[in-house]
């Protein structure tokens, strides 16, 4: 399989993300899934670094993208501005099924935006979303949305719930994962209005719903699957991301690190793949801007778990059966809350 | 002062409560502004817990409530069921006057119910919220809403961002405190459309509103009061309760711990005085139900406080200041947006 890979901009770096690209292809052969990797970025210096790293010039393809999108331009503005950025090219040769999946640790609004316009939609599926792996007490649990729907309806959230089940039920093997809705109380009434109304979804539906979680929860294996608008699991992702910082603070002079191999050393959101765009006919995964070559060299591997597990073909399926299931089992509500555009 | 304590329940318990009450009367006499306590709870159990802690019987007044509102009692079900329990008493003597304050570590809906039902609303204010103080890496912040009311309109949160305002003013004595909105981008336009509208409405009000902060800015010194709706603060309050839980288990054998006296000691949320009741015309704190007698007490010294300093009248004021400024900006815009019922 190919994988596209962002290598422009100055988060993280093009050299951090080539030596990123070569570890993934270093690590475990044979073990992992082989993949052939396609740096979008401007060539020149693509070259020098790749010469500089001793990477053989074959073992890499190279499509030349000398329009850099930085991490403070307007998304809207850079797509259309900026047709020649590894992240337009890439996302219309992911969609034109030249590559199998995109990789960027850039602009995550410019990603989700070049998506939405050059990628197709996933049928039966009217939103995106973004799903991030979180750190738990044990284990890893799944949050979806973290931002690419701010404010969705109650019938966007039944898909965010389908699609996260299909994409944990494949890249993580857990089957018939748990679906918790994250509200501020465990009773059904509990909530605002759409709170409210997605649960009700959600208990029509054949996924595994536990009921609804709180933030109190998110640590503790309950669920594996934690459903949420953009705007809240944006701002809870965020927040999560600080703890490390917040901590490390409180921590010198003690021994403890959290950025080190210690205790606390999965609390680094660096150790994690990054974000799954959900929803779109294509395999995105989309890394932070601070990461190491590590945290590249993951994402990597997780774009092409996702590839080999045909992921986005279980998630469409997952989005269809639930909201067949969920429309068969009173009709006459189709309109109000399933099918929301 | 007369300081009503809710001295019934099995969280904490009432040997805890009343340690705690003895605890905040006998730290650094003189120092303190002075109080007199009164315990609301079983009268029997109480003079028992009195005598075995060797608490003279002058020193406390006793109101019998025998009636018990538990944890897990449905708030509005309970406060028609039992009107002899302490919160009912508490509450309907704190809103005749007969105490100035008062004190629980009770069941948080049944307290909120209770204040609405008995309790005066504030003049300008059309819906209350729980103010609680967060810990960063610098000092401490306070988010208003985390969880009265849940969906807010602009309006509303417009009036959470004075009632903040005003108590951290008045409270914590920080002058012009700076006003953040969390959101999911730093720019205007970011967000859902109430945020949107908030945002709009903050920079029109004399408030020190310093624009939008994200997730990650909460451990940062950036916004004294940040303002949220209740369904975002409550489910941020229990992840934030849940980080030392979730520590504890990974410094297993490391020598850290969050809930001794180490570098992480103010993770714990116990060290807090507790949530404030924003808008009712009363000084109400409620504490944490696994409090310790430590957190009962600074609950207690919490609540002399602001009576000491009229914080429920400062928060009046800032409030009518505040949508006076905003309307007198755009007085055509008034029905939509500031004045919510």
Redesign the interface.
Known sequence: MRIAVDAAGREPGLRVVVQGVMDALGTAPGSEVQFRPVLYGPETELRQALEELDVPSDAVDIVDAPEVIEMDDLPHEALTSKPNSSIVRATKDLSAGLVDAFVSMGNTGAVVGACRAFVDRLRWINKPALGVPLP??KGMGFMVDV?AT??PKSGHMLQFAAMGSAFVERVYGINEPRVGL?N?GTESHK???R?RDVYKLLQRSPLNFIGNI???????DRADVIV?T???G??????????P???Q??????G?SVTGD???A??DYRRYGGATLLGVDGTVVIGHGRSTAGAVARAMRWASKMVHGHAVEAIRDCVFKTRRAVWLSNPFARGETIDEP
């Not at 944006?234 to 703890?243: G, M, P, Q, S, Y």
């Open positions: 738990r007490k931002g701010p404010d994250l501020i909530g605002d209005e709170s709180e933030g109190g929860d998110i640590f503790e949420t953009g705007f809240v944006n701002v809870l992702l965020k927040f999560t991301e600080a703890i910082g917040m901590l603070d409180r921590l010198t002079g003690t403890l210690g205790a606390l999965d609390l």
